[in-house]
């Protein structure tokens, strides 16, 4: 079985210091890995780098056996890749529904489907635990909920790989338990 991704002597530096220095890391289909180490160890870096956020990284990438430069989070996402922040992403005077479909709003011609779009908002809800008006705006919402709105819009943009940075230090325990259940939350990607 060959690797969902690579990291191959990777780097990023900033002005006056060296975040990630020469890292590799190999990632297979199905495992899950959790990176530990103190703060400013460039965990977060290596994520970031994962997801796009920096394009002047040195090193490879491999993701399904393709060399990817990920320049920008949307190629990340286009290579599969999900990347869940501590910090929300959120549009917080839109509503759940919006936030959770942003770029991917089903039409009906040239308007939106409504109707549709609350069904496949409230799927994604389901998928975290939540039983929340998907027509609320963000900011009506609590911040762990609000938090789960976000691992949600991720997973709905079925990644093959998915990343994570502290995306449950706004949650209760029994929250943490329930996302991490084995059941529902399922990743698929269809081609």
Known sequence: MAPALVMKNVSKRFPGTIAVDDVSFEVYPGE???????????KSTLMKMLAGSFDDYTGTITVNGRVEKLHSPTTAKKCGIGMIYQELSLARPISITENLLAGRLPRKG??????RARE????????????????LPIE????????????AKVLGNNPTILVMDEPTSALSR??????????PVVISRLD
Do not use: M, T, W, Y
């Open 140 to 151: 009506d919402i609590s911040q762990h909920e609000a938090q789960l709105v976000e691992i």
């Open 110 to 115: 040239l308007l939106l489907d409504r109707k």
């Open 32 to 42: 899950v890995h959790a990176l530990v180490g103190e703060n400013g160890a460039g």
């Open 174 to 183: 029994e929250e943490v338990d329930r996302l991490f259940s084995p059941a």
């Open 120 to 135: 496949q908002a409230g799927e994604l809800l389901q998928h975290v635990g939540l039983e929340l008006n998907a027509d």
